[in-house]
């Protein structure tokens, strides 16, 4: 099993290699989604929603993202896990800025190494890893 832990991302630690690898999100996702230009995978695993983006020119990872999932799911996935550990999902702007020392960005985020905190009514409600080679890349231009 893959897991995903907030302590880690924040801290800067990459994820394991095989969750940015094509292939292996394709096994282990409970959907799959096209766009014109993107492959887009999810994986359901407790109360989150995981999604992975890939580039379909070269099977590149563009982010993994990560939500709380409003859905209660029956079936959870057993092959990945995503770990809240330090409580970050649903801590006001305030907290997460004076505790990581970050400024806001545009658009209600906080970018902390390659990982990017979106805000909903001041509270983290979204998580982007953006792996290194793509750390430039922003998810909003898809």
Do not use: W
Request: charged share 25%; glycine share 2%; proline share 1%.
């Amino acid at each position: 099993m893959y897991k995903i832990k907030t302590s880690e991302l924040l801290s800067g630690k990459s994820i394991v290699k095989e969750l940015i690898n094509i292939d292996v999100i394709k096994n282990i996702s409970d959907d799959l989604f096209e766009t014109k230009h993107h492959y887009l995978m999810v994986a359901y695993s407790l109360e989150y929603k995981i999604e992975f983006s890939f580039d379909k020119a070269n099977n590149v990872c563009q982010y993994i993202m990560v939500e709380e999932n409003e859905v209660n799911r029956e079936k959870q996935n057993i092959n990945i896990e995503f770990i809240d550990d330090i409580s970050i999902f649903g801590k006001h702007i305030d907290v997460v800025i004076d505790n990581f020392k970050m400024n806001i960005l545009q658009n209600d985020s906080v970018k902390i190494g390659n990982i990017e905190l979106y805000f909903s009514e001041n509270k983290v409600d979204s998580l982007y890893y953006f792996p290194k080679q793509n750390i430039s890349n922003n998810h909003l231009n898809s």
